[in-house]
């Protein structure tokens, strides 16, 4: 069974850093595509990062640019996504999600499998 599995969301002040966790389980690591998304109340779901195993390569919201670091420990299955210099606008339930080898986007079409979120609030 695919699972994917969320942590380290929170309250933090504008300013300040979070890292998320993204635990992954059920399928070969290697094989996949995982990013990042985000929702806010009455918005519709955006792609913040994505981490393409077959080659390493990143991808980034430009409003994260500079801010968000993705990154992956492979002897974990784990994916992390580094927030720093939080700001208001960034709160959200942050997801998970793993998409086929060969996804290189952040279209929420592509991703097959969600985890269950995290909350990340920012306070000004």
């Known amino acids: 069974e695919v699972q994917l599995v969320e942590s380290g969301g929170g309250l933090v002040q504008a300013g300040g850093s979070l890292r998320l966790s993204c635990v992954v389980s059920g399928f070969t690591f290697d094989d996949y595509t995982i990013g990042w998304f985000r929702q806010a109340p009455g918005k519709v779901r955006e792609g913040v990062s994505c981490?393409?195993?077959?080659?390493?390569?990143?991808l980034y919201l430009d409003s994260v640019k500079g801010r968000f670091t993705i990154s992956s420990d492979n002897a974990k299955n784990t994916v992390y996504l580094q927030m720093n210099s939080l700001k208001s606008e960034d709160t959200a339930v942050y997801y998970c999600?793993?998409?086929?080898?060969?996804?290189?986007?952040?279209?929420?079409?592509?991703?097959?499998?969600w985890g269950q979120g995290t909350q990340v609030t920012v306070s000004s």
């Open positions: 981490l393409m195993k077959r080659d390493g390569g990143t």
């Open positions: 999600a793993a998409a086929g080898y060969y996804a290189d986007s952040l279209h929420r079409g592509e991703y097959d499998y």
